[in-house]
């Protein structure tokens, strides 16, 4: 079963528009939650990282919301750009620095 | 200059045969990783190590076995390659376990079973 379930797997938005992207987790043990960004033929590159004491953080155009009851957080990409063209991946972290990814969203930015 | 290299970037090779990929990482980190990367572009760990010893063994078929050298190094040998093990391996590095340390992931080594 998918522990950290990512929502939309794509989104298309012209220049400037704030695409969201939303994962909700299942296990309470998870204790850190990072955004990782990746470009085509490229590993994935962390982006912005929160923890469950913070419900925002804020990083540049970037912006993590984080909601500890619900069990789910999401990033916004503030006036997106044709550069952030990427699929980013949420995930959640366990014990020994294990990470869980989401399933991944294709974000696409039309110029 | 690249902190985590993996190589080779391609492998093209037949059903049945046993290959290796080798990776380095020059960020003097303890943790080294493996994930592998389906076609949906799902991301799922295999392995880490932690100063050359097994932390995490994730359920992975025993024809994969990773060895590390050294703390600089996490090599992955596959044998008797299937075509369910086509997909995209990536090797990343962490500081340590500890303290919520960022992984640091190579660019990836495309894995083709014919």
């Known amino acids: 079963q998918q522990q950290v379930k990512q929502s939309p797997q794509s989104l298309i938005v012209q220049k400037g528009g704030i695409p969201i992207i939303n994962c909700a987790y299942e296990?309470?043990?998870?204790?850190?939650f990072p955004w990782y960004q990746q470009f085509p033929g490229k590993g994935p590159a962390l982006l912005i990282a929160?923890?469950?004491?913070?419900s925002e953080k804020k990083e540049g155009r970037f912006t993590i919301s984080f909601n500890k009851s619900a069990k789910q957080f999401s990033l916004h990409i503030m006036d997106s750009q044709p550069g952030d063209s990427a699929t980013y991946f949420c995930?959640?972290?366990?014990?020994?620095?294990?990470?869980?990814f989401g399933g991944g969203t294709r974000v696409l930015v039309k110029p | 200059d690249t902190a985590v290299s993996q190589t080779p970037k391609y492998l093209v090779t037949q059903m049945g045969n046993d290959k290796s990929i080798k990776c380095e990482q020059n960020?003097?980190?303890?943790?080294m990783y493996w994930y592998k990367q389906d076609s949906k572009k799902f991301l799922k760990i295999m392995f880490s190590?932690?100063?050359?010893?097994?932390?995490i063994n994730e359920t992975v078929p025993n024809r994969f076995s990773p060895k590390s050298p050294d703390k600089a190094h996490l090599n992955l040998h596959i044998n008797s390659l299937e075509l369910g093990d086509s997909a995209v391996y990536f090797c990343?590095?962490?500081?340590?376990?500890?303290?919520?340390?960022?992984?640091?992931f190579g660019d990836g080594t495309r894995l083709s079973i014919l």
């Open positions: 929160i923890r469950p004491d913070v």
């Open positions: 995930a959640a972290k366990a014990a020994g620095n294990k990470l869980t």
């Open positions: 190590y932690n100063n050359k010893e097994l932390i």
């Open positions: 960020l003097g980190h303890d943790t």
């Open positions: 296990n309470t043990a998870f204790d850190y």
């Open positions: 990343a590095s962490s500081q340590d376990l500890n303290n919520n340390q960022p992984q640091h």
